[in-house]
């Protein structure tokens, strides 16, 4: 996710750079993205010696049936590819876009929330193909209230422009090193102290998934970003997942516990022992399903593919939504902040009242506390949610409904979404692209090496995928 909510400041990346670079003077490091479809960096395969195959005769199977593994089978079909069947552990389509309720079918995200920068991105064409409605979203319209609910001014922007400078100048040391040294120099006080250290998280932990311990300037300035501003689903992201996956054979309830591509057919086998067959598979599966070796690769894959799954890592962000008889906060300001004692929890909350209509909070809680609330029961998370509520609004009432999500101990996931942690270097991300052999592709968000971690970048690796194997027919 990329939050969002400048109650940290500037904490929207774009807005970020602007604010915090732009006032110190430094270049952004983002380039324009208007070509985003092309994936010229793109690992090729080798077409296999002797006579080449077609397409129509080629049995495909992809593994997984998020938006890697939809975009994929889409553009094999495109392709001239009617021979795909997508395998799927859940019993539903979209992995981590997932739409589900609360209260009386209110629809509310649970994972993927924003299209990340409009233009030119591929969910915008899907979107406007499909009519689909969707709401801007405004990272400005917030408030942020101290931990004793009185309001708090925001960390100044020219401060930030500081801190991020000094993160440049240390770019192997980890984002809370950098903050140490900075708050050393600049003398700061408890007080303010907190405040960095909530605008820190909101600003990374919250866009990443990890604490800010885990993450150096180097996870936040090498993936690229796309403009033209985000944007929500009212009626839902899986909306896009149903458009891609009409009309493809898609087996739910199939996990697929084992992959031999020893032979020229490659044996796909699932826990329930069911086996399939292809003449190429595509592994869509997220990136802590990888490093759980929760999949039997027969031969294991080679040594780089490991070393990069092992040094990538996936982060946490887990929401709370809570349904309320009435909104007792603004119900026109989007983001609320909250800059408690322990920075970075329960500190940021996104009012859908302006996409919804509906009294309806997603409060976020990512990296370490984000994993810790997952051992919580559903009653506990609740409770402490209303706790940080009550620390800014005084007097709360009980939810009509609550919904909890718990993406670590998902085995389907084993987290949020990949990233990149200090000292890793951006290159690895491409290791995941790589094919083996000529028989065995990858697609998925951590496998995208401009923009993991984004819905865009997933779709866009299974096309990548689907291209691949295409370059091998005749
Ligand atoms: C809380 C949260 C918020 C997010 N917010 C945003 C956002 O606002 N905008 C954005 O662009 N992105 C966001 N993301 C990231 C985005 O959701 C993902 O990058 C994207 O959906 C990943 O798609 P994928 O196809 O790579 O993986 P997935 O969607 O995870 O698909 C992989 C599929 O493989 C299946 N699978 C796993 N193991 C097996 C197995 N053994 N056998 C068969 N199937 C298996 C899974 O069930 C899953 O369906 C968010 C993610 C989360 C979790």
Redesign the pocket.
């Known amino acids: 996710?990329?939050v969002a909510g400048s109650t940290a400041g500037p904490v929207d990346r774009r807005r970020f750079i602007k604010g915090g670079l732009g006032a110190a003077g430094l270049v952004t490091a983002t380039p324009l993205l208007a070509a985003c479809g092309d994936d010229s960096d793109a690992p090729t395969v080798e077409a296999p010696a002797g006579e080449s195959p077609s397409a129509a005769g080629e049995r495909i199977v992809i593994?997984?049936?998020?938006?890697?593994?939809?975009?994929a089978a889409d553009e094999l079909e495109v392709r001239g590819f009617h021979n795909v069947v997508i395998?799927?552990?859940?019993d539903?389509?979209?992995?981590?876009?997932?739409t589900s309720s609360i209260g009386d079918g209110i629809p509310v995200?649970?994972?993927?929330?924003?299209?990340?920068g409009v233009r030119g991105n591929p969910?915008s064409d899907i979107v406007e193909h499909n009519r689909i409605e969707t709401a801007e979203t405004d990272y400005d319209n917030a408030v942020l209230y101290d931990h004793d609910g009185r309001p708090a001014e925001p960390v100044d922007p020219a401060l930030w422009g500081q801190y991020m400078a000094l993160a440049y100048e240390m770019p192997d040391a980890s984002l809370a090193e950098v903050f140490n040294q900075f708050a050393a120099t600049h003398a700061l006080g408890d007080d303010d102290r907190r405040l960095w250290l909530h605008s820190l998280a909101s600003m990374f932990s919250h866009e990443f998934?990890a604490d800010i311990s885990d993450l150096s300037i180097m996870s936040y300035d090498e993936p690229s970003t796309l403009r033209g501003g985000?944007v929500?689903f009212p009626q839902g992201?899986s909306q896009i997942v149903d458009v891609l996956a009409a009309g493809r054979d898609i087996r739910l309830d199939?996990?697929?516990?084992g992959i031999d591509h020893s032979e020229p057919i490659v044996v796909i086998t699932?826990?329930s022992g069911d086996t399939f067959e292809a003449d190429r598979v595509v592994v869509?599966?997220?990136l802590g399903?990888l490093k759980a070796d929760?999949?039997t690769f027969t031969p294991g894959l080679p040594p780089a593919m490991r070393d990069a799954i092992t040094a990538l890592d996936m982060g946490i962000?887990?929401?709370t939504c809570l349904l309320f008889d009435e909104p007792f906060w603004g119900r026109d300001t989007e983001w609320i902040g909250y800059a408690g004692q322990q920075p970075g929890q329960w500190s940021e909350t996104l009012n859908l009242y302006p996409y919804l209509g509906r009294p309806v909070l997603a409060m976020?809680n990512p990296g370490s506390f984000g994993a810790e609330i997952e051992q919580y029961s559903d009653a506990e998370i609740t409770s402490r949610a209303i706790g940080a509520l009550m620390a800014m609004f005084g007097d709360v009432p009980e939810p009509v409904d609550a919904v909890s999500?718990r993406?670590e101990l998902?085995?389907?996931?084993r987290?949020?979404?990949?990233y990149l942690p200090v000292g890793v270097a951006f290159d690895t991300y491409r290791e995941m692209a790589r094919p083996v052999g000529d028989r065995l592709f990858f697609?998925?968000?951590?496998?995208h090496s401009r923009?993991?971690?984004?819905?865009?970048?997933?779709?866009l690796?299974?096309r990548r995928a689907a291209r691949q194997i295409s370059g091998l027919m005749r």
């Open positions: 996710m990329r593994v997984g049936a998020g938006a890697a593994a939809l975009a395998l799927e552990a859940r539903r389509v979209g992995g981590r876009i997932w995200e649970l994972g993927a929330t924003w299209i990340h969910i998934g985000d929500v992201y199939h996990p697929v516990a699932t826990e869509t599966v997220p399903v929760a999949i962000l887990n929401r976020f999500t993406w998902d085995p389907w996931s987290g949020s979404y990949s697609a998925g968000e951590a496998t923009f993991p971690s984004t819905v865009h970048g997933a779709l690796s299974g």
